[in-house]
């Protein structure tokens, strides 16, 4: 049985007086839910992060990372980086990121081959627009999206990647994909993933991104494809963080 996942996506936000209350919140009411947790939050409060949550149930990552190892890349943060500062996750292609910074399927899938190089866990992001949806592309969006990273991955490679589905439309909006209609698409993502290596896509973890709350994660995550939460604005309050790990 999958084990559950719950990360915490604190965006841009916060600063080190509210980080230092939040993620004490959370350990002090963590306890042995079922699921494990983490944090990926802004660049500046890796250390932050490594200092207070070091020897704890908690991981932390990053929100982004560079293609390149090291170089003339001004603002760009290397795999290595990340982990020396005791990372464990990273995103890659946030619908934030290709949205704004207009990152191809292509770019999010050298971000994640260079995470696992440097041995960090991948988080791929895929997720279609309102516009696309309506258009009956879903199946379309993320099956490119998710392909372009299988298309440069070895088998053996699966297992060390988790998968976020985050419907565009419902993220910071406050609509949130149905059970079912979330369910759908992870069913299709694992399928997707069962045509590259079955045995690897039924012990890999897809979680989902859209607005997912303490009041709805309990059904979300009993759907048999959903098997945690990428979350967002209920990551910077310790009581909705905790809410959602406690709904598994």
Known sequence: MRRKLVIGNWKMNGNRAANSTLLSGIL?????????????????????????????AVAWGAQDLSVHAS?????????????????RYVLCGHSERRAYHHESNELVAQKARAALAAGLTPVVCVGETLEQREAGQTAAVIGAQLQAVLDVLENSELIKIVVAYEPVWAIGTGKTATPQIAQEAHA?????????????????QILYGGSMKPENAKELMAQPDIDGGLIG?????????LGIIQAV
């Open 28 to 56: 002090a009411g963590l306890n042995d839910f079922g699921a494990d947790c983490a944090v990926c939050v802004p660049a500046p409060y890796l250390a932050q992060c490594e200092s207070q949550l070091q020897g704890s």
């Open 188 to 204: 299709l993502l694992r399928a997707q993933l069962a045509a590259k290596d079955a045995v690897a896509a039924a012990s890999m």
């Open 71 to 87: 170089g003339a890349y001004t603002g760009e943060v290397a795999a290595a980086m990340l982990v020396d500062f005791g990372c």
């Open 233 to 241: 604005g209920a990551a910077l309050k310790a009581a909705d963080f």
